[in-house]
């Protein structure tokens, strides 16, 4: 007795429990190594799914086994230059040579860490987890919100408004050739007979006329009954609705690299910016990045020298703004574009300079900007700089500033921009 | 001969399988199987995916398995390797069941569709129904209802203890798998009705005998008579998992039946553990044997015996142990090769095969391999079969490593006086008794601290490795009081110790 059977449209994922076991355990590993990625790849490419390795040490199922030492004897095939009693050098490491038979046995062999993949959401899940964003937020970020109407073609079903008159027209059209063809094709063949009688010499009393001149007028009222336009001939604009944010947007990440800022600090102020930049990414379609970095001079930066290059001395905040001002009015000063910026710095500034700051931001850069977010990546207490963003925080709604520690601080920034989109 | 068109059986020649061609195919090898007289468990073939033999993987090919993280480790390790194509899947699993299930991938062509039939549904369910260590040690008939049971039963501990709970004892559990097993004694039949009805029963009469044993109180009499402490256990205990079971002083009952469960599971897996060479040999040899029958009646063709062939070759290919693909002996290539050879010395001997094999020489070649099959393990087979004919073709050397010496020796080779030699010398290397280091349980103290004493007995002076302290945890967790484990040589002198404390009647 034998039984055939189909399994394969049984569910898959028998290991999806025991997976989701594994990332349970070591959550705390897997989340050093999301931080680790996260430090690592571009702002633009956070989104991706990441391969996760782990100390294999961690992951590691002990079991008693026994060390290399003492006595082993191994049998191995193969031998080709070896007679009994022959002596042999050990091989080194863990080489494949000659006379190595322990495999499994040996601690010697190095092990690579253990790697594996997270898929894009457990990946971003451990990522907000970090920053300890409400549920609330998560949807928001992880869900497409807006949609654009697109044409797709045509209907045949619709509202009256929707109505292609020439696509309609041209559908009637060949309706009327294709019904009319047959009747078409009788009267020209009784116009030709009559048009021969006639040439014949035939008069309009003869009887075989008037049958023809009969048959041609019934057939003439038949092709005229046929309708110039019939509901089945009606087509319509068809339209859907697709998920897709509408406009672009710029993002500028503005940062202090002076002496005072760390790598650390630098790297809160990164997820600070990949924050920023995930949320922009969910609205909109397109999105540049500028990178401008300054202490007492600013520049315009890619990406990787943004992050990783070290500058020592003071800092001249108003140098990123006017930069910054010139940027905006220079490439994207045209409607399309939605500006939003972020900064991030240490708080520290050449005294005059901060209010000089606050009167570019509000003379020149606030009513052109989206959105401004000032985080302050210090411990200590505020200083100029702090209580002159302060003032334009005061008279402008779309400025949100925040005195951050720790990545978890980060939060807070964002929680005003995300109510002021309702959806 | 090629395949005979006008033959009303003959496979068509196409590489897609059709649920009636594998029928069909299924159908000859089935005629072939019997000719060669092969008992088998009945068949149960089953279709799947790639995604659901990378399952099948996870859970040691078992239909269904209870939930553990190292499970998922499993998986994502065969994941990423398959997707990253640095390695294929396995084109067949076949578990020791009544009826035997065998699953068949759905991307293999009807040839190798074909070969898996004839190695797995076959080959190895016949090695599962006639070996004696499968036949002592597992029930076919219940293994896939107590899987069952035990998925159940682990499930409602977690619901009711904590997933967390749960999976630290069955960490414990897993570090001591491989000594879950009696070696030696003849285990009882489990069956799945049993299970379940005496399961409670003997949760309580466990939970009384501990409560014997470690009962606080004295009887008056027994004060009386105060006499030095009888050993416990009287003979050294080697399932270390059934100690525990039985006599860990602080475990409840349901953490016994977990200690049970996965004692129960490893004891199943040890035969496999112990017939590689010979289950891969045997199977391969019936896959390559009734093949090798369909094409002579014409059933098969060219080319359908080209891409078994090739997919043949490699399975049994043994790369040298200078090549840098060696990663120790291949059983598919030694199984082969060795039943092969069992047939050659039956059909054809030499003078040194009367020689060597004076009770098969000339014999009935497929009675002499269904003895073989029945009646030994990987260690004893070979032992006793390998020929020297096979050691010529294999080169086979043996090296003997001493850290006392400074340079490895050869100690034979494949010549007239290193012949039984190596032959012993690759046997013992089968022998899971000198693979595994030779761990027992020796003593308990019951009057004091009640610590347990294990005791590794050192084979050829090897030590532990270093992962030693890290399962001894996982026994102190087990055990809930110190555990020592002494290393002792032949002579019984010890070595050198280890030991975990732990915190008086700490519990987790």
Known sequence: MTYLIDRRLQGKNKSAVNRERFLRRYKAQIKDAVGRAIKGRSITDVENGEK???????????????????????????????????????????????????????????????????????????????????????????????????????????????????????????????????????????????????????????????????????????????????????????????????????????????????????????????????????????????????????????????????????????????????????????????????????????????????????????????????????????????????????????????????????????????????? | MPRDPNNPRALPEQSEWTFDLIEQAHEEIRRVARKFGLDTYPNQLEIITAEQMMDAYTSVGMPVSYNHWSFGKHFLTTEKSYKRGQMGLAYEIVINSNPCIAYLMEENSLTMQALVIAHAAYGHNSFFKGNYLFRTWTDADAIVDYMVFAKNYIAECEQRHGIDAVEELLDSCHALQNYGVDRYKRPAKLSVAQEAARQKEREEYMQSQVNELWRTLPRREEQVRDQAPARFPPEPEENLLYFIEKYAPLLEPWQRELVRITRKISQYFYPQRQTQVMNEGWATFWHYTILQELYKEGIVGDGFMLEFLQSHTNVVYQPPATSPYYSGINPYALGFAMMTDIKRICEDPTDEDRAWFPDIAGSDWIKTLDFAMRNFKDESFIAQYLSPKLIREFHFFAVLDDDRSDKLTISAIHDEAGYRYVRQQLADQYNLGNREPNIQVWQVNTRDDRALTLRHTQFQRRPLNQQAHEVLKHVARLWGFDVRLETVDPSGRVVSSLECRREKRARY
């Open chain 1, 52 to 423: 996760v390795s782990i100390p294999v040490k961690d992951v590691n199922e002990p079991r008693f086994g026994h060390a290399h030492g003492g006595v082993w004897e191994t049998v191995n095939p193969g031998n080709t230059e070896y007679q009994k009693g022959d002596q042999i050098n050990r091989p080194r490491g863990g080489g494949g040579g000659a006379g190595r038979g322990r495999a499994g046995n040996s601690e010697q062999t190095t092990e690579d860490d253990f790697i594996f993949e997270l898929s894009r959401e457990e990946f971003m899940n451990y990522f907000f987890e970090d920053l300890e964003l409400p549920n609330m937020v998560k949807t928001q970020l992880t869900q497409v919100v807006e949609y654009k109407n697109q044409r797709a073609g045509y209907n045949i079903s619709g509202t009256p408004s929707n109505i292609h008159v020439l696509r309609s027209l041209r559908g009637a059209l060949g309706r009327r050739i294709a019904v009319g063809g047959p009747s078409r094709k009788q009267l020209t063949a009784l116009e030709h007979q009559l048009r021969d009688l006639r040439e014949q010499g035939a008069e309009d009393d003869d009887p075989l006329v008037i049958e023809l001149k009969h048959k041609i007028h019934h057939l003439h009222t038949r092709l005229l009954a046929i309708p110039f336009i019939d509901p089945i001939d009606l087509r319509y604009s068809n339209r859907i609705k697709i998920p897709k944010p509408s406009t672009a947007a710029v993002m500028f990440c503005v940062m202090d690299v002076s002496g005072s800022m760390d790598e650390s600090r630098k790297d809160t102020a990164k997820r600070f910016f990949i924050l920023l930049y995930l949320f922009l990414k969910r609205v909109y379609e397109r999105i540049d990045v500028v990178f401008i970095r300054h202490h007492t001079a600013a520049a315009e930066v890619d990406e990787n020298e943004f992050f990783h290059s070290r500058e020592s001395g003071g800092t001249v905040v108003s140098s990123a703004l006017h930069l910054l001002n010139k940027v905006i009015s220079e490439r994207y000063s045209n409607g399309d574009w939605n500006s939003y910026v972020a900064q991030a710095s240490d708080g520290d500034n050449w005294d005059n300079d901060s209010v000089l700051c606050k009167q570019l931001l509000t003379s020149a850069i606030m009513p052109k900007v989206q959105y401004y977010t000032y985080v302050e990546i210090t411990d200590g207490p505020p200083q100029n700089l702090w209580e002159q963003y302060a003032e334009v925080a005061a008279t402008h709604q779309n400025f949100a500033m925040q005195k951050i520690v720790t990545p978890a601080d980060i939060y807070p920034v964002f929680r005003e921009l995300f109510k002021k989109q309702p959806k």
